[in-house]
């Protein structure tokens, strides 16, 4: 299985500030990197999909980069609804495998 | 509007057998697989399998394989997750995905509300 490594876990931060999340992936899986939005008690929300196109209707202060093992989540400035756990996710090949999730808090 | 609708929370005892359902609508259900993923009390999120609702061709993941099973109707587009003999364990929040694909990029697009399965003696 393809283990895929978020850091940090959680992250408190500032309305305003700029925050990055990393993936890594224990091989390569080309752009086939996913991420996805959750809220307590709510279903993941797909924010950008092969690594770095939007989906659509998400706000443009996120962005995704990335290729092969290494990717990155962008969120250029928080805003109060963005207070969520992130998880990256790859489609390359079954089983298909997350990461462990980044908590983003209120500082 | 793509949906995808969850059958509603349930109580079991352990030992019990059930089966959870996800309906899709405002699509061809039978153009795009179904995946199920777990997600345990405050915990991620982990991928159970998937079906191809057309032909009922199912990849299972080998942490759930021979724990449940996954099977569809295409004829009023349902995917189930079903388990003959539930234990404490399974206690989680099971969510349904649409995996879209576009012949080179898989994601899931849409989901499932969820279903809540409680195993309590």
């Known amino acids: 299985d393809i283990q895929m490594t978020q850091s940090p876990s959680s992250l408190s931060a500032s309305v305003g500030d700029r925050v990055t999340i990393t993936c890594r992936a224990s091989q390569s899986i080309n752009s086939y990197l996913n991420w996805y939005q959750q809220k307590p008690g709510k279903a993941p929300k797909l924010l950008i999909y092969?690594?770095?196109s939007l989906q659509s209707g998400v706000p443009s202060r996120f962005s995704g980069s990335g290729s092969v093992t290494d990717f990155t989540l962008t969120i250029s400035s928080l805003q109060p609804e963005d207070f969520a756990t992130y998880y990256c996710?790859?489609?390359?090949?079954?089983?298909?495998?997350f990461g462990q999730g980044t908590k983003v808090e209120i500082k | 509007e793509v949906q995808l609708v969850q059958s509603g929370a349930d109580v079991k005892k352990p030992g019990e057998s059930l089966r959870i359902s996800c309906k899709g609508s405002?699509?061809?259900?039978?153009?795009?697989?179904i995946s199920w993923v777990r997600q345990m009390a405050g915990k991620g999120l982990e991928w159970m399998g998937k079906i191809d609702p057309s032909d009922s061709y199912i990849k299972y993941s080998p942490s759930f394989q021979g724990h449940v099973t996954i099977s569809a109707d295409k004829s009023i587009s349902t995917a189930y997750l079903q388990w003959s003999s539930l234990k404490a364990a399974d206690t989680a929040m099971y969510y349904c995905?649409?995996?879209?694909?576009?012949?080179?990029?898989?994601?899931?697009?849409?989901w499932g509300q969820g279903t809540l399965v409680t195993v309590s003696s």
């Open positions: 405002g699509y061809n259900f039978t153009s795009q697989w």
């Open positions: 995905a649409r995996e879209y694909g576009d012949d080179k990029w898989d994601y899931f697009d849409s």
């Open positions: 092969a690594a770095s």
């Open positions: 996710h790859q489609s390359y090949t079954t089983p298909r495998t």
